[in-house]
């Protein structure tokens, strides 16, 4: 029996073959790295949902487009008529802030303030981390604001939206003159940041802090540097934190941490060993929330983390939709910070347990509300 051979099934063939499909596997290859853009959270620019008519990156996931991403930041300037905003969420217990900045450099690709740029025209994607918007009016307002006679003292959190201490603020000082304000007024302030530049006003916060007059959290989210450098790119490294965290400790300004937000199969492992860390950093106090994708952000997060982490990305996404009864989203009040069901439960007795075992005893000193004077002059006695 005689068996017919092709001539094109010849060693020769085979390494024709193999070499065309190897070549174009480098090309594709090739094009995906060079459409990641490095150093940036988000890696497209979606669509605006308030806008008719709009230019944008139809396929986020296309390698047959280019989308320009310009190296530099652009700072638009605003100046808006009241500067602090009231929250009635039960979530956030009648919580006043101001907001120096909207965007933010930082970069973070769960953040939930990226959707709020859309209220300025722009993408909650690469524009919310390239277009930052500027209030240098916003310590005269926050003056003039308490000097009215309906104002109560109340905490004013630096900030609901996005980070006060963000790269611009070196340039254009916004945050350091607001606490300059509450103390001079005697108005309590609370802050939450990830960037080190906190350091620069600790001059400041060491008086509010003398008068019980403020409050530090900062945002801790994972001990792993490779995934801290993709999902917050443009931050301070955990070490860095945890150090400007035990500087100011030992300042003696009260410090604490969000650990937020915990993510399923990426960081909620991490939760015993943060609240180790940050205790040994001189923390009194640590809460946490877990990871919530709404409006724009859902899609974004799905990109990167494929994008980021392709071998987790189905089972991460199909836990952060168990955490949410199903989708990835949540605006129901109280549940859309911790949960629901077995994951979340999981979650909640992991931080309790930490924070029993090395935060036992501790909590942050109450604000001295008696220290407010509508004259600002109760510095001079």
């Known amino acids: ?23 174009y596997l480098l090309l594709i290859t090739s094009v995906m790295q060079q459409s990641y853009h490095s150093g940036r959270g988000a890696q497209s620019n979606p669509a605006n949902s308030f806008l008719d008519q709009q230019t944008v990156q139809e396929h986020i996931e296309g390698i047959d487009e280019e989308q320009y991403v310009s190296p530099h930041r652009q700072i638009i300037i605003d100046h808006p008529k009241k500067i602090i905003s009231k929250s009635d969420s039960p979530d ?9 900045y909207q965007g933010c450099e930082h970069g973070c690709i769960y953040c939930y303030a990226r959707n709020s740029h859309e209220y300025w025209g722009f993408s909650a994607g690469l524009d919310f981390e390239q277009k930052i918007v500027a209030k240098p009016n916003a310590p005269k307002l926050l003056e003039q604001a308490f000097q009215r006679r309906s104002w109560r003292a109340v905490p004013i959190a630096l900030s609901g939206n ?15 003159q607001l606490l300059q304000v509450c103390l001079k007024y ?3 302030v609370g802050i939450i940041t990830k960037n080190r530049l906190i350091e620069r006003d600790l001059p400041i916060l060491k008086e509010l802090a003398a008068e019980q007059l403020v409050h530090v959290y900062f945002s801790i989210t994972t001990q792993n540097e490779e995934l801290r450098s993709k999902m917050e790119p443009r931050t301070a490294s955990i070490t860095k934190r945890l150090q400007t965290l035990e500087t100011l400790s030992e300042a003696g300004i009260p410090c ?34 877990v990871v919530r994708l709404n409006k724009a952000i859902g899609p974004l997060f799905k990109d990167w983390i494929a994008k980021n982490y392709p071998n987790e990305a189905s089972k991460v996404w199909n836990q952060i939709q168990e955490l949410h009864g199903g989708a990835v989203h949540d605006s129901m009040w109280g549940r859309r910070m911790v949960g629901e069901g077995p994951i979340s439960d999981h979650i909640t007795q992991l931080f309790k347990i930490a924070k029993r075992k090395y935060l036992y005893g501790r909590e942050m000193p109450p604000y001295d509300l008696s220290r407010f004077s509508r004259s600002g002059s109760y510095r001079l006695f």
């Open 1 to 23: 029996m005689k068996v017919f051979i092709s001539p094109f099934f010849t060693p020769i063939f085979f390494f024709q073959t193999f070499y065309t499909y190897f070549k």
């Open 162 to 176: 996005t980070d006060c201490y963000q790269p611009v603020e070196r340039e254009l000082k916004i945050t350091q």
């Open 186 to 188: 005697g108005n309590p």
């Open 92 to 100: 956030l217990r009648m919580m006043y802030s101001v907001n120096p």
């Open 256 to 289: 604490g941490a969000m650990l937020a937000p915990i993510i399923p199969s990426l960081n909620d492992h991490e939760i015993p060993s943060l609240m180790r860390q940050i205790a040994d950093a001189g923390a009194l106090s640590a809460g946490y929330t």
